[in-house]
């Protein structure tokens, strides 16, 4: 059973801003002692297959378009043939928990609009770079805790902005973070230069990728989600598209077969959904259906999931989705993998 943490501040969140100082063009082959990676399932690939059925939707912008990474649906696709390894590599290397999500809510979605005004993003560190500025009101939130994420989503454009690390000084009206990155949501999913990391150190959007109320109140979720999963269980410094970068954790394991960051992980249709709480329900589903990248690691396999957008947490019941604690990885299955970077 899932044990849920109702303090922020002892929240153990995923460490976003992993994917490390060298620049694309610094990338080198590296492997880790004693292990040989696996040759990809199949061909690489660098486009998602058409998406079918609806595109998800949040305050009236589309979370990413048709045809993309988040919107693809994944149920009766085949698994990667070598999936009970990659999955049983993890588990021996630790990620035996339960899923779990945290309460109350740390995370935010800022709505700016035509009006907003846009400020310069100073950089923390001079190889993460902010070539655009980002909307933000005195008024917008920074998720509390370790990471600093800051979200910031334009209805007027339906434009997304993301960063890591994040710090706003109200006296100066400046802001400052480690890493992020922008997308338009009009558009499929772009995956980031390689190397680069965005607020998470896959490089893939913090956004798309949570559970928002919104959503599970209407009784169903039409994207991926993004799922951690402990430290030390995934790849070392190797990821396969959609993600970008990745994190440096030594894997604990001894497999060859390791989750890389952006391995595309589905819940089992065996699972028996229906013995969860309606909320878990339909997260459930939504894992079955279109799964969950694995975008980052920390303390425990973990999901992401934003305060409503009128601020009342009480919206989710905590009870009710501490049942996805009875989900574990050996519930999952992965995607094909392709081509993994290794750096």
Same mark, same amino acid.
């Given at each position: 059973m899932l044990a849920l943490s109702f303090a922020a501040a002892a929240m153990m969140s995923a460490c976003g801003g992993g994917g490390g100082g060298g620049s694309a063009a610094s990338l080198l082959p590296i492997s880790q002692p004693g292990i040989v990676a696996p040759r990809p399932s199949g061909a690489p690939s660098v486009q998602p297959p058409a998406s079918a059925g609806g595109t998800a939707t949040f305050a009236g912008c589309p979370v990413f378009a048709a045809g993309g990474w988040y919107n693809k649906p994944v149920a009766g696709a085949p698994a990667d043939p070598n999936s009970a390894a990659y999955i049983n590599g993890a588990v021996a290397a630790g990620a035996t928990g339960g899923l779990e999500m945290y309460f109350p809510s740390s995370e935010y979605v800022n709505i700016a609009t035509g009006g907003t005004p846009k400020l310069a993003v100073h950089q923390k560190v001079s190889y993460h770079q902010f070539p655009v500025p980002y909307p933000w009101a005195s008024s917008f939130k920074i998720e509390p805790a370790g990471d600093g994420h800051a979200v910031v989503l334009d209805t007027a454009t339906c434009h997304l902005y993301e960063s890591y690390g994040t710090v706003y000084a109200a006296s100066t009206n400046t802001l400052a973070a480690y890493s992020g990155a922008n997308w338009?949501?009009?558009?499929?999913?772009?995956? =980031?230069?390689?190397?680069? /990391?965005?607020?998470? %150190?896959?490089?893939?959007?913090?956004? !798309?990728?949570?559970?928002?109320? #919104?959503?599970?109140?209407?009784?169903?979720?039409?994207?991926? =989600?993004?799922?951690?999963? /402990?430290?030390?269980? %995934?790849?070392?410094?190797?990821?396969? !598209?959609?993600?970008?970068?990745? #994190?440096?954790?030594?894997?604990?394991?001894?497999?060859?077969?390791?989750?890389?960051y952006g391995g595309h992980l589905r819940l089992k249709a065996s699972f028996n959904v229906s013995a969860l709480g309606p909320q878990a329900q339909v997260v459930a589903r939504a894992l079955q259906t279109y799964g969950a990248y694995m975008a980052d690691t920390g303390c425990c396999m973990e999901l992401w999931q934003a305060t409503p957008l009128d601020g009342n947490d009480a919206h989710w019941n905590r009870s009710d989705m501490a049942t996805l604690g009875a989900i574990k990885l050996s519930d999952f299955e992965i995607m094909p993998v392709g081509q993994v970077t290794r750096y």
């Open positions: 338009d949501l009009s558009k499929p999913f772009a995956q =980031l230069p390689a190397g680069q /990391p965005s607020a998470m %150190a896959a490089g893939l959007s913090i956004f !798309a990728g949570m559970v928002k109320w #919104e959503e599970v109140q209407t009784g169903s979720i039409h994207h991926a =989600l993004n799922i951690a999963i /402990p430290a030390g269980t %995934a790849c070392y410094r190797c990821y396969t !598209a959609p993600a970008s970068a990745s #994190e440096s954790y030594t894997y604990k394991g001894s497999s060859a077969y390791q989750i890389p």
